[in-house]
């Protein structure tokens, strides 16, 4: 079975559970999931009742799609996502953007969590994603393209939509949240990065390092998709500290960010006028 028939038959069994035709698609990241609590009346799958749905291994990932209203706006909301780390392949970490796509929505929102390669970005804050440097080495248009979808040689000028940027800036200002830009890159993981390679993000001009999101915006663009990315410094990088990394003091900072992180989103939602 190739691949896109497989994101057809995914496709086929949301079009029976729901109604709803999403406008976009909000990608929650690690302790993120709280954004789809702000959903009307939602529609919940669990991504093991979705045919060749990618589960969700990590902690703080819930493995669920709500579609729902937020801010009057049909949207879909993934709790939790699929990383290469968890021993999926490209075409199956970008599976769900594929199948939204052809599910019709016009824009994806991404979150992660990230670590803070600037050291002007502290812990907590909110950075919104303005370019991304892909240092996963993989890419999930390898392969034979489908033409259905988009270009064989998508153009990433403007990755994370420069409109979109403006609007979550207005949001944010209008919210009272402190909200810097900064370049987003993306490592494989799962072992978190050296200090050796946290320095060398920074000569690069990374301002936060993850192991996501990259995959997903590739694949959204490719289909004409629009996207906004927003992350949440979650840490510093290594070496930055005498710190020790772990996955729970992520799971703990994004815990307290998730509520401002949430607010912002609905907001952009309300403003940008789907």
Not at 51 to 66: D, I, N, Q
């Amino acid at each position: 079975m190739y691949h896109w028939d497989k994101v057809d038959e995914a496709l086929r069994y949301i079009e029976k559970r729901s109604a709803l035709r999403p406008k976009a698609a909000i990608v929650l990241g690690s302790g993120l999931g709280r954004v789809a609590e702000q959903l009307e009346r939602p529609e919940i799958i669990p991504y093991e009742e979705i045919p060749y749905w990618p589960r969700s291994t990590a902690p703080g990932h819930e493995g669920k799609l709500l579609l729902g209203s937020l801010r009057g706006t049909p949207v879909a909301a993934m709790q939790g996502r699929a990383h290469y780390y968890e021993g999926y392949t490209m075409p199956e970490v970008t599976f769900p953007v594929r199948v939204l796509g052809q599910l019709g929505i016009e824009a994806l929102v991404v979150t992660n969590a990230s670590g803070a390669v600037n050291t002007d970005i502290r812990p907590g804050s909110i950075v919104a994603i303005e370019d991304h440097i892909n240092f996963m080495g993989t890419n999930p248009l390898i392969g034979v393209n489908n033409d259905d979808w988009g270009v064989r040689f998508p153009d990433m000028t403007e990755a994370y939509d420069r409109e979109f940027l403006r609007v979550l800036e207005q949001a944010a200002s209008k919210e009272g949240i402190e909200l810097r830009r900064g370049v987003y890159i993306a490592f494989s993981g799962p072992s978190f990065e050296t200090p050796a390679e946290v320095r060398m993000a920074r000569m690069l001009g990374a301002d936060i390092v993850g192991m996501s999101t990259v995959p997903e915006v590739i694949a959204a663009n490719h289909m004409g998709i629009r996207v906004l990315g927003v992350s949440c410094a979650a840490n510093y990088g290594a070496g930055i500290t005498s710190e020790k990394l772990t996955h729970q003091e992520v799971l703990e900072t994004m815990s307290k960010a998730g509520e401002t992180v949430a607010r912002l989103i609905e907001a952009f939602i309300e403003e940008v006028r789907l």
